[in-house]
């Protein structure tokens, strides 16, 4: 997949639990899982934000575009 989500390296460097975090978006802590280990295939803009906005970062902290090898040849 060609977009990386970096969100369990954002957690670490502001020291944040994922249960903390998925309690105070909204969201269970299997979602937040599924979507730190780059399972899912979309996020809502609102979620997005309320992650951005309690982390103090933005979208780009949390997600990487990296093409794939196949693409860049």
């Known amino acids: 997949m060609a977009i ?8 670490a460097k502001r020291k944040i ?7 105070a978006v909204g969201i269970t802590e299997a979602n ?10 979309g996020i809502r803009f609102a979620t997005l934000e309320a992650i951005c906005r309690y982390l103090s970062c933005q979208p780009g902290d949390l997600l990487e575009f990296q093409p794939d090898e196949d693409e860049s040849a």
């Not at 899982?33 to 295939?41: D, E, I, Q, R």
Request: glycine share 4%; charged share 30%; net charge positive.
């Open 32 to 41: 937040l899982s599924l979507l730190k280990s780059g399972k899912v295939k």
């Open 17 to 23: 639990r994922s249960n903390e975090l998925a309690s």
């Open 4 to 11: 990386v989500v970096r969100l369990d390296v954002m957690l």
